[in-house]
């Protein structure tokens, strides 16, 4: 009697939208590869557009700050007790995870008692903080599908199977994105990039614009654009700005960061991805940060690195200025950009920051993971002898 042949079937766990951001892409280069695939998990419009099966949308889970969190625990509770039935109910062959570690590592537990193969692509940043991570990512996923460089050392020394595939963004920002800006003549433009959460505005807003102010004093020929994120309060950004506007000096760019970069000589920039998508675009800047002395300080016992910025952590050296806690002042910033707002020093940082980008593997994350994934399934395949045929 023939054996009765069915689908594979991949469960995928995002948590955030920028899971997926990243999730729709690999979704994407799973079907076209093996468009037999049955996907199905826990993600958002972008994975369910390119095909995924939603049991649980990310727009409940997707919460910042332990209040939030606290508040919504009985949702995440939910979303894991659905996971758990899925994973009974449904048998998937694989489930690869992305990012949002505190859940997903649970789900990667639940996963290897059940005997369903584990791959995790965007892991936790252990070089950043909680390197115990390293043990339970060695205990219960079957493969690493790294977007660092940097990280393929540290998992090779725990043993942990691995591949470094490049990071996801050089899928979204293909060298056609990269900043042309020549800057020959005319203004020099500078993009102020306060952050996209209400208390990044109050930490850095008003210090960027008096810095702006003092930049004029000692340059004419320079304008500014101010990054309003959809996330903020637009009508608060505008009251910061107003008192210093004279000659309409600021500009408020509403949407994303990203409308900045092919205008902007130099940005100002708040520490985050956001520094990387510059990085990966070869827009130059100074990264700054401020946060309360006691969030610093508790973060200065955790995580232990010479560098905040992506670009350098990357580079390993200091790629870009970084300007954090009481270097964070209007008169440092503008003393550390005048200093900078110089042709050649600007052409020489945004050559430097190309190379970052190379070192980042090239685009085709996506499809290098999910030709990961297909490998594990067919290894499975073959352990278990199943009728499976991709």
Not at 31 to 53: C, F, N
Not at 81 to 96: A, G, M, N, S, W
Not at 357 to 382: H, Q, V
Request: charged fraction near 20%; aromatic fraction near 6%; hydrophobic fraction near 45%.
């Amino acid at each position: 009697m023939t054996p009765t042949v069915r689908s594979p079937h991949i469960m995928i766990l995002a948590g955030e939208p920028s899971g997926d951001l990243h999730g729709a892409n690999l979704v994407h280069s799973l079907k076209k590869l093996a468009p037999e695939l049955k996907i199905t998990g826990i993600g958002g419009d972008g994975m369910a557009h390119r095909g995924m099966e939603l049991f649980f949308h990310i727009k409940q889970l997707s919460v910042m700050g332990l209040t939030e969190v606290l508040l919504q625990f009985r949702t995440i509770k939910k979303a894991f007790y659905l996971f758990k039935e899925q994973v009974r109910t449904t048998k998937p062959d694989l489930i690869i995870l992305i990012d949002y570690p505190g859940f997903n590592l649970r789900a990667a537990e639940f996963a290897k008692k059940n005997g369903v193969a584990v791959l995790y692509y965007i892991t936790p940043k252990v070089w950043a903080w909680k390197r115990s991570r390293l043990k339970t990512i060695k205990r219960v996923v079957n493969h690493a599908a790294l977007i660092f460089p940097f990280e393929s050392a540290m998992f090779r020394k725990e043993g942990i199977p691995s591949t470094f595939v490049g990071h996801p963004l050089l899928d979204i920002y293909p060298d056609t994105m990269v900043s042309h800006r020549s800057g020959d003549d005319g203004d020099f433009i500078i993009g102020l990039l306060p952050g996209s959460r209400e208390n990044e505005i109050s930490a850095l807003l008003n210090t960027m614009v008096e810095s702006a102010v003092l930049i004029k004093e000692r340059i004419k020929n320079v304008r500014f654009l101010i990054s309003a994120a959809p996330t903020v309060d637009h009508q608060r950004m505008e009251q910061i700005i107003a008192p210093h506007n004279q000659d309409h000096l600021f500009t408020l760019v509403k949407g994303t960061p990203q409308a900045i970069f092919d205008r902007a000589d130099l940005l100002v920039a708040a520490s985050g991805t956001v520094t990387l998508e510059a990085a990966i675009c070869g827009v130059p800047m100074i990264i700054v940060y401020k946060v309360s002395s006691l969030t610093f300080f508790i973060g200065s016992i955790f995580v232990r690195l010479k560098h905040v910025g992506l670009a350098n952590i990357i580079a390993g050296h200091e790629v870009v200025p970084e300007l954090l806690q009481e270097r964070a002042t209007p008169e440092k910033i503008a003393q550390t950009t005048v200093s900078l707002l110089n042709r050649q020093k600007l052409g020489q940082m945004r050559a430097r920051l190309l190379m970052i980008r190379k070192l980042l593997g090239g685009k085709g994350a996506s499809l290098r993971t999910a030709r990961l994934a297909l490998d594990l399934l067919r290894t499975r395949d073959l352990k278990q002898k199943n009728p499976f045929s991709l």
